[in-house]
C-alpha cells in the first residue's frame, strides 16, 4: 500500500511558477513509476508527466513541454513537478499517481495509487 499526499498549489498569475511535491509513504518508492496528471472542470483527468521508477527517464505532455520539468528524490520518498511559465489553461486540479508497471507511461489506467489532489490556479 503507498499513500500520497500533495502540496504546494495554489493561486498564481499567467507566466509565473509554482512547485508541487508529493510525498510517498511506504519503503518501496524505487520501486514505482511516479506521474502527475491534472483534471480541469468539466474535462477528463489528462497525463501531465512522469518519472521511471528505474533510470529515472521521463515524459511529458506537449503541452507542458518546455514549461514543466519532473523529478524525483528516491532518499525522501517524493516527486515534485516545477511548472514555469504558467498559462491559465493549466488550471486544475493536479494529482500525483504511483503504478509498478506502467507501460505506457501515459496511461491514467497503469496507476495503481492516486493522492487527493491539489488545486492550481493560474489568473490572467
Known amino acids: 500500500q503507498v499513500q500520497l499526499v500533495e502540496s504546494g498549489g495554489g493561486l498564481v498569475q499567467a507566466g509565473g511558477s509554482l512547485r508541487l511535491s508529493c510525498a510517498a509513504s511506504?519503503?518501496?518508492?524505487?520501486?514505482?513509476?511516479m506521474a502527475w496528471f491534472r483534471q480541469a472542470p468539466g474535462k477528463e483527468r489528462e497525463f501531465v508527466a512522469a518519472?521511471?521508477?528505474?533510470?529515472?527517464?521521463?515524459m511529458l505532455a506537449d503541452s507542458v513541454k518546455g514549461r514543466f520539468t519532473i523529478s524525483r528524490d528516491n532518499a525522501k520518498n517524493t516527486v515534485s513537478l516545477q511548472m514555469n511559465s504558467v498559462k491559465p489553461e493549466d488550471t486544475a486540479v493536479y494529482y500525483c499517481?504511483?503504478?509498478?508497471?506502467?507501460?505506457?507511461?501515459?496511461?491514467?489506467?497503469?496507476?495503481?495509487?492516486w493522492g487527493q489532489g491539489t488545486q492550481v490556479s493560474v489568473s490572467s
Open positions: 499517481a504511483a503504478g509498478r508497471s506502467v507501460v505506457p507511461i501515459y496511461a491514467r489506467y497503469e496507476y495503481d495509487y
Open positions: 511506504g519503503r518501496t518508492f524505487t520501486s514505482y513509476t
Open positions: 518519472i521511471r521508477r528505474s533510470e529515472g527517464g521521463t
